[in-house]
């Protein structure tokens, strides 16, 4: 079974901090890694995707992996209460047939 | 207009009762697949399809069936409902064709479920 796990929350930051969300997974053939945003009662928004080592920017997001520890994080900086929210990981199987996704994080950005 | 639409957007069923979800996309991906969420759980996927022919069952599809109508169409149905589908239902649509296979998917608003 492919796992994917992410760490347990709820996450509060105080706004203008940096939160960092961390993901781990087992699928050593795992090619491609997304970050999705779900909002409460909405559906998963992608907000990042990152394919090769190292570190990804779009914005105030920050994507990061490394496949060698099999870890892949996302940084979102300056945080706005806007960004509350539960954070998605999600990995491919390998074959790019399908995505396993973690249960989430929440995140709270505090006023 | 939204680019991926599901239809109910609420439903309240009693148990033993045949629902259908329905979806449809104007995106012009290939590729469809039908998760349930539940609290604490994540998204889990109940079937998958790259191709009006080409359908796979995923981690929970007992209880469940599907149909890819077309390639903008592809329906969930329980064929009995039981309390325990009680859940949001998504469907998502990729494009494996333009982005190399890299697997981005995109939600629909989702259906939420309450089976009595």
């Known amino acids: 079974q492919k796992e994917v796990e992410q760490n347990s929350g709820p996450l509060s930051v105080p706004e203008g901090a940096i939160a960092s969300l961390n993901c781990t997974y087992s699928?050593?053939?795992?090619?491609?890694f997304f970050w999705y945003r779900q909002y409460s009662g909405k559906s998963p928004e992608l907000i990042m995707s990152?394919?090769?080592?190292g570190d990804k920017e779009d914005g105030r997001f920050t994507a990061q992996l490394n496949k060698a520890s099999q870890y892949v994080s996302l940084l979102i900086r300056d945080s706005q209460p806007s960004d509350s929210a539960t954070y998605l990981c999600?990995?491919?199987?390998?074959?790019?047939?399908?995505?396993?996704f973690g249960s989430g994080t929440q995140l709270t950005v505090l006023p | 207009d939204a680019d991926v639409t599901q239809t109910p957007r609420n439903r309240i069923t009693k148990t033993g009762k045949r629902i259908m979800l329905e979806c449809s996309q104007t995106?012009?991906?290939?590729?469809m697949y039908w998760y349930r969420q539940d609290p604490g759980l994540g998204l889990r996927l109940i079937y998958y399809?790259?191709?009006?022919?080409?359908?796979n069952k995923g981690e929970i599809s007992d209880g469940y069936s599907v149909s890819r109508q077309a390639q903008a169409k592809f329906s969930l149905s329980l064929e009995s409902a039981i309390p325990n589908q009680t859940a949001l239902y998504f469907c998502?649509?990729?494009?494996?064709?333009?982005?190399?296979?890299?697997?981005?998917?995109?939600f629909g608003p989702g259906t939420r479920l309450t089976v009595l």
């Open positions: 399809s790259f191709d009006v022919k080409d359908i």
């Open positions: 998502a649509t990729s494009d494996h064709r333009t982005s190399g296979g890299r697997g981005e998917q995109f």
């Open positions: 990152i394919y090769s080592n």
């Open positions: 999600a990995v491919d199987s390998g074959s790019a047939r399908q995505l396993t």
């Open positions: 995106k012009g991906h290939d590729r």
């Open positions: 699928d050593r053939g795992s090619q491609s």
